[in-house]
Nanobody, 116 residues
């Protein structure tokens, strides 16, 4: 049974930081491309950051320089370090795992609220 379990969300003030974690089980984690998406109320889900199996990273323009995606293959876990958070960063953040020729998976999401 495949599971992606996000954690680390919460309420943070503008300018603050949070680190999200995505713990995977039931997949060969090291071969999967891991990504973080977010969905704000009334908006479509959007890609935030992605890290390939070889560690190559890419970011949405809106988070470049503030967010960092990483992975620990020994722990089957992906991370999203979010710094200098803005109110427009308020959303449910989802973890995604995909690999060529294999089924993709989503986590259940974790709420991030940026507010004073």
């Amino acid at each position: 049974q495949v599971q992606l379990v996000e954690s680390g969300g919460g309420l943070v003030q503008p300018g603050g930081s949070l680190r999200l974690s995505c713990a995977a089980s039931g997949i060969m984690f090291s071969i999967y491309i891991m990504a973080w998406y977010r969905q704000a109320p009334g908006k479509q889900r959007e890609l935030v950051a992605v890290i390939s199996s070889d560690g190559t990273t890419n970011y949405a323009d809106s988070v470049k320089g503030r967010f960092g995606i990483s992975r620990d293959n020994a722990k089957n876990t992906a991370y999203l370090q979010m710094n200098s958070l803005k109110p427009e960063g308020t959303a449910v953040y989802y973890c995604n795992a995909r690999a060529p020729g294999r089924t993709g998976y989503w986590g259940q999401g974790t709420q991030v609220t940026v507010s004073s």
